[in-house]
């Protein structure tokens, strides 16, 4: 058997055999591990609502994620349900207050960082993470609190 055909057989192999394996993105993360991994309490480092930043005496100083429901530290009673669609690109967030108001978000974990970026109930899902004046899109900057 000639060199080039041994070669043509050698590629075809290794090609059928990488289209079996699943490229590492193929596999996108599921609702339970993206909420464990929310899982805690989050420090707030940066609120801009409608392009304007809300200074830090006038917003809680952290949430906390346990499994469906975040909450703000100044007031637990004032919580939201939280629903993710990981599979979205951006993610996307889904929060339902008390009074059952739903607003449209994304997120974005990384690391001891999270992004979320959500409208006002009734408005489109921002595509973007930020906040332009007039918009009445909320973006939030937080860092993971120790454990």
Not at 37 to 61: D, F, H, M, Y
Not at 131 to 141: F, H, L, T, W
């Amino acid at each position: 058997m000639g060199v080039l055909r041994r070669l043509l057989i050698v590629f075809a192999a290794i090609c059928t055999f990488a289209a079996a394996v699943p490229a590492p993105g193929d596999n996108p993360p599921t609702v339970a591990a993206e909420l464990e991994k929310l899982r805690g309490a989050w420090a707030i480092k940066k609120v801009t609502i409608s392009g304007e930043e809300v200074a830090a005496e006038n917003q809680p100083k952290a949430f906390v994620f346990n499994g469906t429901k975040l909450t703000p530290d100044d007031d637990p009673e004032d919580f939201a349900v939280v629903t993710l669609d990981p599979k979205q690109v951006p993610p996307a967030i889904d929060l339902v207050s008390k009074k059952r108001e739903k607003s449209l978000g994304i997120y974005e974990i990384d690391g001891e960082t999270l992004k979320l970026c959500f409208n006002e109930p009734g408005g489109a899902r921002p595509q973007t993470f930020a906040s332009a004046k007039g918009s009445r899109v909320s973006y939030i900057i937080l860092k993971r609190m120790n454990k």
